[in-house]
C-alpha cells in the first residue's frame, strides 16, 4: 500500500522514494521495512489494549470504504468495474453500514476521531489538485443523477420555476469580463451558465481548442465562476454563433438567453443584426451589452429600467433587474421603473396601476413617472438617466430593416452610462413569474 500511494503521487513529494521496488516481482521491500518498523514500535510501547481499538477503527474503515466502493461501483454499472469476484451491490452496502456499525459498537468516540481523520486526509488531498488517471466514483455518481435528472425535465418552460441559463458570447473572457461579470450576477451561480468562444476556422487545432476550452473553464474557477465553457470554430464568427445557439445544448436543458457585446465595426452591422434575429426566430431572450468602457458599471449603486409595461420586453427586464438588485454585486442598487407620459393627467392612473403591479411582484422595485410634455424621449432619457450606473432598455422584434433601427438606436444611447437591450423572445409570460396571482 505504502509503494502504490507513493508511486500514484498521493504522498508528499518528499516520500517518493517508498514506491521502489525490488527484483523481479517488483517486491516492496522498502514499504516492508518501514512497515515492520512502525509495528515494533507499536510492540515497544507495550499497552496494546490502547493501540487494538485504534488500528481496528482504521480497518473497520477501510473495509467500509472498499464495500461503499464497490456496491457503488456495482450499482452504477461503470464498464471499468470488472471484479473477478462479483457481489450484489446491496451486499456492498450493508457491508459498509455493518462496518460503521460495529465501529461504533466497540468506540464511538475513537469511531468520531478515526472519522476527522479520514475527512482531514480527504481535505488535503482536494487541496493538493491530483491529476489522476484513474478517475473517481463521484463523476459517475454525477453523470447517474445528471441522467436521471435530464430524462425528467420537461420540455415546455415553466413559469413556476424559470430563471436564466445564460450563454455569453465573450470571445477571450480576460478581455470582455464584464460581460461574464454580469451573467454570473443575473444567474446567481444557480441558473446553467456558459462562456463561449468563436474562433476563425484554422487558427487552431482540435487539440488546442480542447486546451483552450480548459485553460478559460481554470481562469473562470479561479475568479469564483462555476461556468460551462465551449470553444468552436468558424469560418465566419456570426454563423458560427448562430449554429452554436442552434446546436448547444442536452435536451431540453438549453441556454434561454443569450448575453454579447454591441458591435462597434458598421461593416459588420448587417451580419450582427442577421444574428440577432436568428437567436429571435430560435426563441432566445437577448441582452445585448453597450458599454461604457470608461465608467464600467459605475458605483452599481442605481439601475434605471425604461419600461412599456409587464408585456414581454417589460416583463423580463422586471425579472432581470430585480436578480440584478438580489446579487451580491449589486446588492446596494435601487431599481426604478421609468415610464414617460405626456401629461400629468395621465400619470395618475398609471401610478395607481403600476403600484398596485408592483405591491402584487413583491421585487422592491421603485417606479418613476416623467412627464415628457413636448420633450422628445431622447431629451428625456438622457437628463432622467445620466447619472444611473447601468441603463435597460427593450428593442423590437427584428423585422425588415432591422440594420436601420438598430443604427438608431446605438445613436439614442451613445451618451449614456452601461445600456443594455433587451429582447424576450420565449414562448413564456414574465408578468406571470412575477406577480403573485393568489394575492389580493
Not at 30 to 37: D, P
Not at 41 to 48: D, E, K, M, S, T
Not at 274 to 300: K, L, T, W, Y
Not at 358 to 370: H, I, K, N, P, Q
Request: net charge neutral.
Amino acid at each position: 500500500m505504502l509503494q502504490a500511494l507513493a508511486r500514484d503521487g498521493v504522498l508528499p513529494r518528499r516520500l517518493r522514494w517508498l514506491g521502489g521496488g525490488s527484483g523481479e516481482l517488483d517486491e516492496p521491500r522498502v514499504g516492508t521495512v518501514i512497515t515492520l518498523v512502525v509495528a515494533l514500535a507499536a510492540v515497544y510501547l507495550g499497552n496494546l489494549n490502547i493501540i487494538a481499538p485504534v488500528l481496528t477503527m482504521f480497518f473497520l474503515t477501510t473495509y467500509g470504504a472498499l464495500n461503499l466502493a464497490a456496491g457503488i461501483e456495482r450499482f452504477l454499472a461503470s464498464p471499468s468495474f470488472r471484479p473477478k469476484f462479483r457481489v450484489h451491490w446491496a451486499f456492498s452496502l450493508a457491508g459498509a453500514i455493518g462496518c460503521i456499525a460495529v465501529m461504533f459498537l466497540i468506540n464511538a468516540m475513537a469511531t468520531l476521531a478515526a472519522a476527522v481523520v479520514v475527512l482531514g486526509i480527504f481535505i488535503w488531498l482536494e487541496r493538493r489538485e491530483l491529476r489522476t488517471a484513474w478517475g473517481d466514483v463521484r463523476r459517475g455518481i454525477w453523470m447517474a443523477l445528471t441522467r436521471a435528472s435530464l430524462l425528467r425535465v420537461d420540455s415546455p418552460a415553466d413559469t413556476r420555476n424559470w430563471r436564466p441559463h445564460i450563454l455569453v458570447l465573450s470571445g477571450a473572457p480576460t478581455s470582455r469580463w464584464h460581460l461574464i461579470d454580469l451573467a454570473r450576477s443575473m444567474s446567481h451561480n444557480r441558473g446553467l451558465l456558459t462562456v463561449s468562444s468563436v474562433l476563425a476556422t484554422g487558427q487552431v487545432t482540435h487539440e488546442r481548442l480542447y486546451d483552450m476550452e480548459e485553460t478559460i473553464r481554470e481562469y473562470l474557477l479561479r475568479r469564483g465562476v462555476p461556468s460551462l465553457v465551449r470553444v468552436v470554430t468558424a469560418e465566419d464568427p456570426f454563423v458560427g454563433a448562430e449554429k452554436l445557439v442552434s446546436a448547444y445544448g442536452l435536451g431540453s436543458i438549453t441556454p434561454n438567453t443569450i448575453l454579447l457585446g454591441d458591435s462597434e465595426d458598421p461593416r459588420h452591422r448587417a451580419d450582427y443584426c442577421a444574428m440577432i434575429s436568428h437567436f429571435h426566430d430560435a426563441r432566445r431572450n437577448v441582452i445585448i451589452v453597450h458599454d461604457d468602457p470608461d465608467r464600467g458599471f459605475g458605483a452599481r449603486k442605481r439601475i434605471d429600467v425604461w419600461w412599456g409595461g409587464l408585456k414581454q420586453n417589460g416583463g423580463l427586464m422586471m425579472l432581470l433587474a430585480y436578480l440584478l438588485s438580489s446579487s451580491i454585486e449589486w446588492r446596494d442598487a435601487r431599481v426604478t421603473l421609468k415610464m414617460a407620459v405626456r401629461t400629468e393627467s395621465a400619470a395618475g392612473d398609471v401610478r395607481t396601476n403600476v403600484s398596485r403591479l408592483l405591491a402584487r411582484s413583491r421585487t422592491g422595485l421603485d417606479f418613476e413617472v416623467v412627464i415628457s410634455g413636448d420633450r422628445p424621449f431622447q431629451q428625456i432619457l438622457e437628463e432622467s438617466s445620466q447619472e444611473a450606473d447601468l441603463v435597460m432598455i427593450g428593442i423590437a422584434e427584428p423585422e425588415d430593416d432591422f440594420v436601420s433601427y438598430y443604427e438608431r438606436l446605438r445613436k439614442r444611447v451613445a451618451h449614456l452610462p452601461t445600456t443594455l437591450f433587451v429582447l424576450a423572445a420565449e414562448d413564456l409570460e414574465f408578468g406571470e413569474v412575477l406577480v403573485d396571482r393568489t394575492a389580493p
